[in-house]
């Protein structure tokens, strides 16, 4: 089936750093929608992003829809500690057509630097 | 609004019990959905409903019944579960076809734990 590389899998931020994540896929996707999960919660939509070439920005986040179509990155400035979390990507594949069809990648855990 | 709420936040149950997770969401959305979530992965899609019918089941066992009695709640019955079936069960909501209605909405959960 259809999968979603996320990466990188965990990474260390230190306050006040910009933070990069993206997801990659080998086929084609309509639509990418970036979300946070904070533990013992339910995943909490970010963005969503729908052309290629679409840059968005919530706060602090950005996200880009790919010109390929085929990833996405966001990216996170001047990070928080509040930041911390797993942030999980998912898409609809083009041609993915039932309602719910969402794939998503296996998450970014953000953790703060010892 | 974008709000989710599921009940309860915590279930313990013996493998012979049968209870019941609670979803509502008031948002005028006709797509509902159940998913699992094991620890450290992303969320597995179980079932989704659009306009109150199932709409997909992801081949879920059948100890697990889903019911939606009307366009806001969703119900996910559990019977004879299995101490694997320890999960958080997430339950969304999105709009349906065709615009935005792949922006689910995520409840907070319910952790099940299965003794």
């Known amino acids: 089936g259809q999968q979603l590389n996320q990466s990188p899998q965990s990474m260390f931020i230190q306050e006040g750093e910009d933070v990069s994540m993206n997801c990659t896929s080998s086929s084609i996707f309509n639509t990418w929608l970036w979300y946070k999960q904070d533990p013992g919660e339910g995943p909490v939509l970010l963005i969503a992003?729908?052309?290629?070439?679409e840059l968005t920005s919530n706060g602090r986040l950005t996200a880009q829809f790919g010109i390929t179509r085929k990833d996405s990155f966001l990216n996170i400035s001047a990070s928080i500690p509040s930041d911390v979390g797993i942030y999980f990507c998912?898409?609809?594949?083009?041609?993915?057509?039932?309602?719910?069809?969402?794939?998503f990648g296996k998450g970014t855990k953000l953790s703060v630097k010892p | 609004d974008t709000e989710v709420t599921q009940t309860p936040k915590h279930l313990v149950m013996g493998m012979t019990n049968k209870k019941s997770l609670k979803c509502e969401q008031h948002?005028?959305?006709?797509?509902m959905y159940w998913y699992k979530q094991k620890a450290k992965k992303p969320p597995e899609l179980m079932f989704v409903?659009?306009?109150?019918?199932?709409?997909i089941n992801e081949s879920v066992p059948s100890r697990f019944s889903p019911e939606c009695p009307n366009s806001s709640l969703l119900n996910l019955h559990l019977h004879a579960l299995q101490p694997e079936d320890s999960a958080l069960y997430l339950c969304?909501?999105?709009?349906?076809?065709?615009?935005?209605?792949?922006?689910?909405?995520f409840g907070p959960g319910t952790r099940l734990t299965v003794t």
């Open positions: 992003l729908y052309k290629a070439g």
């Open positions: 969304a909501s999105s709009k349906t076809s065709p615009e935005s209605s792949y922006e689910q909405y």
């Open positions: 998912a898409g609809q594949p083009k041609g993915g057509g039932s309602q719910g069809n969402l794939i």
């Open positions: 948002m005028g959305h006709r797509a």
């Open positions: 409903y659009s306009y109150e019918k199932l709409s």
